[in-house]
T-cell receptor, first 111, second 112 residues
Framework: QKEVEQDPGPLSVPEGAIVSLNCTYS??????FMWYRQYSRKGPELLMY????GNKEDGRFTAQVDKSSKYISLFIRDSQPSDSATYLC???????????FGDGTTLTVKP | DTGVSQDPRHKITKRGQNVTFRCDPI?????LYWYRQTLGQGPEFLTY????????KSRLLSDRFSAERPKGSFSTLEIQRTEQGDSAMYLC??????????FGDGTRLSIL
C-alpha cells in the first residue's frame, strides 16, 4: 500500500462547478501538505502549501487538512477550462528533505 | 526569479549509453532535489542536496545513477549504461530549507 493515495479520476466537470480533490495518507509524521498542478509535458507547479491541520484559502483555491483522519482536500471554486490538468498532492515530515507524492487526479473542465 | 531550469528538455539515446542532465535551481535556494516521474505516476524521490552536500539518496538510485552539485549551485544527474526501464521524466526541484519545492519542466528521457 502506498503512503499517499489519490483517486486518479479522470474527473470531468462543467465550467463554473466546484471541484473537490482528495488524498489520504498513512504516515502520521507528515506535517507539511502541498498541492501541485501539472500540465502535460510540464513540471508540477505549486498551488497550495499548508502546515499541520486547518484550512488555507488563495483566490479560487481552498486547501483543507484533517490530520486526525489523515485526509487532505483541495477545492476549486468557479472552475475554468484552464484548470484542466493533473493535480498532485504531496506531503513531507518535518525532518525530511523529500516530499512524497500521490499519483495525481486528472481534471477536465468543459466549457 | 527565473525559475528552475533543466537541460535538455528531451533526450533520446540507445540502450547502454550514458546520459547526463543539468539542473539550474532558483538562485537563492540552498536545497536541490531530483525526482523521476513515469506516465500516470507521481514524482518519485531520487536524491537531494543541501548546498554541495548530498544528504539523502533513495534506494531507487542504483549505482548506475550519480548526482553532483559541486559548488552548491547547478547539479548534474548522470545515468550510466542506460536501460529501457530508465525511460521517464527526470524532474529537478529547489527550495529554501523548510519551504516547499519548486519544480522545473523536467528532462524527458527516451531509451531506444
Amino acid at each position: 500500500q502506498k503512503e499517499v493515495e489519490q483517486d486518479p479520476g479522470p474527473l470531468s466537470v462543467p465550467e463554473g462547478a466546484i471541484v473537490s480533490l482528495n488524498c489520504t495518507y498513512s504516515n502520521s509524521a507528515f506535517q507539511y501538505f502541498m498541492w501541485y498542478r501539472q500540465y502535460s509535458r510540464k513540471g508540477p507547479e505549486l498551488l497550495m502549501y499548508t502546515y499541520s491541520s486547518g484550512n488555507k484559502e488563495d483566490g479560487r483555491f481552498t486547501a483543507q487538512v484533517d490530520k486526525s483522519s489523515k485526509y487532505i482536500s483541495l477545492f476549486i471554486r468557479d472552475s475554468q477550462p484552464s484548470d484542466s490538468a493533473t493535480y498532485l498532492c504531496a506531503m513531507k515530515d518535518t525532518n525530511a528533505g523529500k516530499s512524497t507524492f500521490g499519483d495525481g487526479t486528472t481534471l477536465t473542465v468543459k466549457p | 526569479d527565473t525559475g528552475v531550469s533543466q537541460d535538455p528538455r528531451h533526450k533520446i539515446t540507445k540502450r547502454g549509453q550514458n546520459v547526463t542532465f543539468r539542473c539550474d535551481p532558483i538562485s537563492e535556494h540552498n536545497r536541490l532535489y531530483w525526482y523521476r516521474q513515469t506516465l500516470g505516476q507521481g514524482p518519485e524521490f531520487l536524491t537531494y542536496f543541501q548546498n554541495e552536500a548530498q544528504l539523502e539518496k533513495s534506494r531507487l538510485l542504483s549505482d548506475r545513477f550519480s548526482a553532483e552539485r559541486p559548488k552548491g549551485s547547478f547539479s548534474t544527474l548522470e545515468i550510466q549504461r542506460t536501460e529501457q526501464g530508465d525511460s521517464a521524466m527526470y524532474l529537478c526541484a529547489s527550495s529554501l530549507q523548510g519551504q516547499p519545492q519548486h519544480f522545473g519542466d523536467g528532462t524527458r528521457l527516451s531509451i531506444l
